[in-house]
């Protein structure tokens, strides 16, 4: 089943990528960019690996998404076999997100592979707002949506959490990635 992956230097490596990068959802431009291939290869490429359920695929407006698939467990020789190709690739959105000096950070709804959620971006605490201005024009070019985010102060946002508020539930009930936390627990 992993014969073709195996054999195939490129594939093994974008395997090797997306199983080292956090498991949120890119853009076929932004794989792209991570696989440093044109867009049409770096699509055949996600298309078969997808093919083989390594990952997951969803289209939002018209541009198709990809994320590693992580429902099942990859056999530890062909993990062996992949980890041969891996190199260093940053995550650079969650970089730019903690640039926005944030206590808290969370990725959902398109990030996290549902698109119909209502937010993309959670963000908790104080933000420059011309940091996330030009964070979103950057990141809406890159994925090719508009990125809906919400920002909350710590105390509203532990509140909303603490009394399962229904926007936070969405949010937490769902696959989510939690970029950065330095909240204050209880």
Known sequence: MYDEIINSKK?????????GLPQRAYSVSEAASVLRLPAGAASHILNVLAAHRLMRSFAKHGKKYFFWDNRHE???WVRGKI??????????????IK????KAAFLSGIF????????DILLVGRVDLKKLSKFLEKWQGIMGVEINYSIMSEKEFLSRRD???RFIKDIFDHRH????DRLGRK
């Open 11 to 19: 594939l093994s490596h974008a395997a090797a990528i997306f199983l």
């Open 163 to 165: 009394t399962f508020d």
């Open 99 to 102: 640039k926005l000096s944030a």
């Open 177 to 180: 990635i939690t970029v950065m």
């Open 83 to 96: 980890m041969k190709f891996k190199k260093k690739a940053n995550d650079r959105l969650c970089e730019d």
């Open 74 to 76: 990859l056999p530890a």
């Open 112 to 119: 996290a592979g549902h698109p119909a959620l209502p937010v």
